[in-house]
């Protein structure tokens, strides 16, 4: 009996002492925010389907930290100060792959831009109501030839995600049909996509390249019917 006390006692002055490291761990408190941009402006995409890569100076073995991009094209983590580098994923985004790392310097919070250069950029955007439709007017403007243009589409959906994937309604147009430069429209009856009646709809439009599965897409609109 006496020799299982003391066992017990053992047992339970090692989960205290565990039970202490693990309640004096510190969590990382300091902020990294950022933006993917073109010429200094956001580049939508598919929430959540681009992905960084954030390495920590010093620490050359251990595996990248994923930091995941938002549909505005912003990005945020959580973590200790120090000094990292940030990449871009390779053969991820709707862009041209770039090996150049950024130098993040992060003591308390940190702010960044990160550049990349579109196959293929949508300009003059405009998204409206116009009876029992939504209607969009565009055009598209080529920065990189080496990956042809597939489609262009609008999406309509009942929440602020919106893209491809999450969407109630859409419509595209090949990319044999566009002339770069020119006004493309397209257009989406709110009737034949069981919206007619609400009382808002969230909208954007967005361009397929060749080659790659992420789009690049404008900001989503919120269109008040």
């Known amino acids: 009996m006496k020799t299982r006390t003391l066992f017990s006692l053992a047992i339970s002055t090692v989960i205290l002492l565990a039970g202490c490291e693990y309640d004096n761990f510190t969590e990382p408190d300091s902020e990294l925010n950022g933006q993917i941009v073109y ?7 598919k929430s959540d389907e681009i992905e960084l890569e954030l ?37 991820n985004g709707p862009w041209v792959d770039d090996t150049d790392s950024i130098a993040v310097q992060l003591e308390g919070s940190a702010n960044v831009e990160v550049p990349v250069e579109p196959y293929y950029i949508i300009n003059n955007e405009s998204i409206n109501a116009a009876g ?22 609008l999406y309509l959906g ?21 002339t770069f430069g020119d006004s493309i429209n397209l257009s989406i009856s709110l009737a034949d996509n069981d919206l007619e009646g609400r009382q808002n709809v969230f909208a954007r439009v967005g361009l397929k390249i060749a080659g790659r599965s992420e789009l690049l897409f404008s900001q989503v609109y919120n269109i008040e019917l």
Do not use: C, H, K
Request: no cysteine; glycine share 10%; proline share 2%.
């Open 39 to 45: 010429n200094g402006n956001p580049v939508g995409v």
């Open 158 to 178: 009942t929440a602020n995600i919106v893209d491809q994937i999450y969407n109630e309604a859409n419509t595209t147009l090949a990319g044999d049909q566009i």
């Open 55 to 91: 390495w920590q100076d010093g620490f050359e073995l251990s595996q990248d930290i994923p930091v995941y991009v938002m549909q505005d094209g912003s990005f945020a983590a959580t973590l200790f100060d120090g000094e990292y580098q940030l990449v871009l994923r390779q053969g």
């Open 132 to 153: 029992g439709d939504i209607e969009a007017s565009f055009s598209v403007q080529q920065v990189n030839s080496n990956r042809d243009l597939e489609y262009v589409g």
